[in-house]
């Protein structure tokens, strides 16, 4: 019988392809360019990530933990399943970069040729989409305290005492980085948060799981470190009503030191009026298969239903629970079952990386559709975020040690054409008539939409995807035409 030695085993097993593959990848040429794209928009100095990425040294120190949390989807933070469905800013690795990274740090991590660095991206400084209108800022600074713990704190911004607000885009701008987690948006129509405030000795007033007060129809948007700031189609818009408060939730996550905070929401007005006025759909505890009480000890799923009464289009999705929630999923059916239409699936839900998720373009959920929230919750000790020690029996509220089931859903009333319409930047889109997906709108593609013209169910060159090959099929692919995609 041979014996083999284990080093020669493996490198048996491992093949001599691999070790040649892991031989050649360097740092500057490899390594960086994944590194500076996915990791340094947090992973530098001043933001929030807690340790810059960004020379040669830096990642080498970290390069056995980077392998670990890119195979294990920790880093970079997205929570959404990618493989279900798709949002504006996602933020993945793709197998071929986690497999760089891993042959990088299996090679031993080697530098290679600092001529290779493709050099860090020049990150947007100020707004990513032009001056505002507006600024609201909080009244006065906030320390966020040095004792290692997250800090969870409501601030009241007066929006016009006078007049009503057409919005276009909401942007929240951090001032202090550094600890800026995420924030959450909301509006209060009521004068509850003022009054809250003035209740909280501190700048705003602490609140952990939203504003302190019904969660209901208040949330307005969120912001999360790297997030594009959405901006309306024309015509779309949201109205912040005369004398209404905008309400931002600063999560600040552990420091070891001091940090002041002054953040600002940037505000642009609607070019245009606003014809369709975005609204939230809310799923909550009313809308569950049973009551909603989590004993100790103990794992349940609740699974939330809504009918959905007129055509929609959804612009986004967002589930909320708090710390014993472990994962979503959000779907809609047709009334004969035969049709699903993914939203969100979010396997392993994490507090800290809640978010609102925006779909690349307006997604239609027709009439009589039923749109589904599915959420399991582990309240047993063997959930690690389970704020209970031992585990206790958890009702719902608004509290740390509470519990939450609520799922955001932004829309507007369909209109034909709405599936057409981008949120995103436009690479996000499909390209509208480039029906054979090899990157252009041909002849070929013209012939494939005329064999199916006149096709009214499953028609496979639907553009316009009305469930039906017509004359707007055609012209819109005319349009398109010769257009690389
Ligand atoms: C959107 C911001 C963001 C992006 C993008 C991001 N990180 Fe992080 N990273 C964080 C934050 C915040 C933490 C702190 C712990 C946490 O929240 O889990 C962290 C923690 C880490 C840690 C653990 C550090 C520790 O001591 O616990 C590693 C390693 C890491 N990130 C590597 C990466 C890599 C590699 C990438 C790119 C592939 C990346 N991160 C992308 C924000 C980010």
Redesign the pocket.
């Known amino acids: 019988m041979i014996r083999w030695s284990t080093p020669l085993l493996l490198s048996t097993l491992l093949g001599s392809s691999f070790v040649g593959q892991a031989q050649s990848v360097t740092f500057h040429a490899d390594v960086a360019p994944?590194?500076y794209a996915?990791?340094t928009?947090?992973?530098r100095v001043g933001e929030?990530?807690?340790?810059p990425?960004t020379t040669y040294d830096e990642v080498f120190v970290?390069g056995e933990?980077?392998e670990y949390?890119?195979a294990t989807d920790?880093?970079?933070?997205w929570t959404p399943d990618d493989t279900y469905s798709h949002f504006v800013g996602e933020?993945v690795?793709t197998d071929d970069e986690k497999a760089t990274l891993s042959a990088w740090v299996a090679a031993g991590k080697p530098e290679g040729n600092p001529a290779d660095n493709p050099g860090i991206p020049s990150f947007p400084e100020g707004s990513q989409i032009g001056a505002p209108d507006m600024v609201m800022p909080m009244a006065e600074p906030y320390t966020h305290g040095g004792d290692m713990t997250d800090q969870y704190q409501v601030f009241v911004l007066p929006a016009d005492p006078d007049n009503d607000l057409a919005i276009r885009a909401l942007e929240v701008r951090p001032g202090n980085r550094t600890v800026s987690?995420h924030a959450i948006l909301g509006l209060d129509v009521t004068g509850t948060a003022v009054n809250l405030d003035a209740q909280d000795p501190e700048p705003g007033y602490e609140s952990f799981g939203g504003f302190g007060f019904s969660a209901e129809s208040n949330f307005f948007g969120a912001w999360?470190?790297?997030a594009l700031t959405l901006e309306y189609p024309p015509g779309i818009g949201r109205v912040i009503p005369a004398g209404a408060d905008l309400l931002l939730q600063m999560h600040y996550?552990p420091s070891p030191i001091e940090e002041t905070d002054l953040t600002e929401v940037n505000v642009f007005f609607a070019e245009e009026p606003i014809e369709r006025e975005v609204e939230t759909g809310i799923m909550g505890p009313q809308h569950l298969d049973q009551f909603f009480f989590l004993p100790a000890n103990q794992e349940r799923t609740f699974h939330g239903t809504m009918d959905v009464a007129a055509d929609l289009s959804l612009l986004s999705v967002a589930p909320h629970c708090h710390l014993i929630g472990v994962s979503w999923e959000v779907f809609a059916t047709s009334p004969n079952n035969q049709d699903t239409i993914p939203l969100i699936s979010i396997p392993s839900w994490d507090f800290?990386w809640q978010g609102f998720f925006t779909f690349p373009t307006l997604t239609k959920i027709p009439a009589g559709y039923t749109l589904h929230g599915i959420a399991s919750y582990d309240n047993t000790s063997a959930n690690p975020f389970n704020p209970n020690d031992p585990p206790q029996n958890v009702t719902f509220g608004e509290g740390t040690t509470d519990e939450m089931f609520f799922v955001f859903f932004d829309y507007v009333l369909y209109e034909e054409g709405d599936e057409l319409i981008a949120l995103g930047p436009s690479d996000d889109v499909p390209c509208v008539g480039d029906l054979t997906g090899d990157g252009v709108v041909s002849v070929e593609d013209m012939l494939y939409l005329l064999s199916d013209f006149g096709c009214v169910t499953d028609c496979n060159a639907d553009v316009d995807l009305d469930d039906a090959v017509t004359i707007a099929d055609l012209l819109q692919l005319l349009s398109a035409f010769g257009e690389p995609c």
Not at 48 to 51: R, S
């Open positions: 994944i590194i996915h990791c928009e947090c992973h929030i990530g807690p340790m990425l970290y933990f980077i949390v890119t920790y880093m970079p933070p933020r690795l987690h999360v470190p790297g996550g800290n």
